[in-house]
C-alpha cells in the first residue's frame, strides 16, 4: 500500500458524496501517477491519450468502487486494462503482471514529461524548415556540420537558424503563449 492510500481514498469517498473539490483534488494526483505510468509504457507522446482514457473510464466506473478494498488497486486495475487496449490497438504483446500495480504509485517523472511536451508544442510553432533543423541539432544530438551537409546549408546558416529558432521558442514561453 503507498503512503497516499488513505488521502486518495478519502477524496474518492468524498467525490462520491458529491464533493466535487476533493474530486478535482483526486484527478490531478491521478493524473500524475497515470502520466509516469504510461510514459515508461508507452512513451510520452503516446501518454497523453491513455491518461485521459483512464480518467474517463474512472468517472464513468466510479461507482463501483468498493470502499472495502484499497483505492490504488482499483485504479491500477483500469490503468492496466487501458494499457493492455493500446497493446491490441497497436497489435503488441500485452505483458503487464499484476504485481507491478505498485509501479502506477512509483517513481514520479512528470515533469520530464512536461518538458517534453511542452517542447513538443513549441517546435509545432516553427516552419518545418526550422523545426527540422532544431530537432537534428538539439533534439537527435547531429553535428552542425553533419546537418549541413546533410540539408544543402551552409554550416553559419544551420547555427544562425537553430539559434534564432531557439530564441523564439524561449521568447514565446517567457510570454506565456506556449499552448497556442
Not at 497523453?48 to 482499483?74: N, S
Not at 513549441?122 to 546537418?147: C, N, W
Request: overall charge positive; hydrophobic content about 40%; cysteine-free.
Amino acid at each position: 500500500m503507498i503512503p497516499q492510500e488513505a488521502q486518495y481514498r478519502e477524496w474518492m469517498l468524498a467525490s462520491l458524496r458529491g464533493d466535487a473539490s476533493r474530486y478535482r483534488m483526486l484527478l490531478a494526483e491521478l493524473t500524475r501517477h497515470l502520466r509516469g505510468y504510461y510514459a515508461r509504457r508507452l512513451g510520452v507522446d503516446a501518454a497523453e491519450d491513455v491518461v485521459q482514457e483512464t480518467l474517463i473510464a474512472i468517472h464513468t466506473k466510479r461507482g463501483t468502487y468498493d470502499p472495502e478494498r484499497p483505492f490504488t488497486a482499483w485504479v491500477y486495475g483500469i490503468a492496466r486494462y487501458k494499457l493492455i487496449d493500446v497493446y491490441r490497438r497497436e497489435r503488441r504483446t500485452p505483458t503487464v503482471p499484476l504485481d507491478a500495480a505498485g509501479e502506477l504509485f512509483a517513481a514520479d517523472h512528470t515533469e520530464e514529461a512536461g518538458v517534453k511536451r511542452d517542447v513538443t508544442k513549441l517546435l509545432a510553432r516553427l516552419p518545418e524548415a526550422k523545426r527540422k533543423l532544431v530537432q537534428a541539432v538539439k533534439l537527435d544530438g547531429e553535428s552542425i556540420a553533419d546537418t549541413a551537409a546533410r540539408t544543402g546549408l551552409s554550416e553559419v546558416a544551420v547555427k544562425v537558424t537553430v539559434h534564432r529558432a531557439v530564441k523564439a521558442m524561449g521568447e514565446t514561453l517567457r510570454d506565456g503563449n506556449a499552448d497556442g
